[in-house]
């Protein structure tokens, strides 16, 4: 079992920046590949960026640039440091960890309870 702990949302104007924590517990094992999705009401998920234990990367093409996925192995927190913001960024935010790499598939089995990101124009 791993249980996921995001913070680090909040209120931002276009262009500026957040930084977004998820802090995992539990089984290390199961949160060998990690990643961030967000959510906005009537959309589906949607997969932002994933890592893996040895640092590989993978991005949406609307954020690729813009937004890094870090990954504190020592500590078992994931981060996501989001720059030039755009009010289309605006979601809620969730962590998400599994054994399984699913890269920005929906089908990872742990999942945070989310963050609100708000950017307005």
């Known amino acids: 079992q791993v249980r996921l702990v995001e913070s680090g949302g909040g209120s931002v104007q276009a262009g500026g920046s957040l930084r977004l924590s998820c802090a995992a517990s539990g089984s290390t094992s199961h949160s060998t590949y990690m990643a961030w999705f967000r959510q906005t009401p009537g959309k589906e998920r949607e997969g932002v960026a994933s890592i893996d234990s040895f640092g590989s990367r993978s991005y949406a093409a609307s954020v690729k640039g813009r937004f890094t996925i870090s990954k504190d192995n020592a500590l078992n927190t994931l981060y996501l440091q989001m720059n030039s913001l755009k009010p289309e960024d605006t979601a809620v935010y969730y962590c998400?960890?599994?054994?399984?790499?699913?890269?920005?598939?929906?089908?990872?089995?742990?999942w945070g309870q989310g963050t609100q990101v708000t950017v307005s124009s």
């Open positions: 998400a960890a599994d054994r399984i790499n699913w890269l920005l598939n929906w089908r990872y089995n742990y």
